[in-house]
């Protein structure tokens, strides 16, 4: 079975540094672990590309990718690349960790957009049990692995790359009416009672001074 090499680290790790020495990732990992804020990570000076004596390896966003239709299994790359993050898969997988990072999860989100976590829900729903988990990161096993891409599905992170998997469409949202709060209704303003009229008793007439006889 053809194999090829795939290049395994993580694609949004931060510059720490801007590094001005001698081309090569070997003198540039030597320097505080890289330029880049993941050790784990791609050293982004090329050196697996010009190494590569078939043309099968190109940089994108200080990236090393590898052209799987170029590729021939000389593990030259493999060879060169300090940071041994290039690894044969079979030619017919089409799934692959894109981490090499052992960190706990909170550092490994520290230094990159996409690493693994170790949350190991893709150990969980993998249906034919194709992923280890050792170090704090998630191997696919690819003898077994039947190519299903739940694991990249299901990756928070997308550390786990499926060939051709086409991102699920968002959601549309839906707008609900905003609710108007109650108006808060005016007491009832009651109308003055009218008062009745007093009606006075009718004075008792006086009595006359002079009696009648």
Known sequence: MPTYYVKATAIKTKIKYDYKGIESCSFASQISGGPKSCEFGCVGCASCVKACPFDAIEMINGVAHVLKEKCKSCKICVGTCPKKIIEMVPY??????????????????????????????????????????????????????????????????????????????AAPKVETPNAEAPKAEAPNAEAPKAEAPKVEAPAKEAETANKEA
Do not use: R
């Open 92 to 169: 017919k997988s089409k799934v692959f960790v894109k981490c090499k990072n052992t960190n706990m999860g909170k550092k490994v989100k520290e230094a990159c957009g996409i690493g693994c976590i170790g949350c190991k829900i893709c150990v969980k729903n993998c249906p034919k049990d194709t992923i280890a988990f050792e170090n704090n990161l998630a191997h696919i096993v690819y003898e077994g692995c039947i190519n299903c891409t739940i694991c990249a599905q299901k990756c928070p992170t997308k550390a786990i790359h499926a060939e051709n998997l086409k991102p699920k469409p």
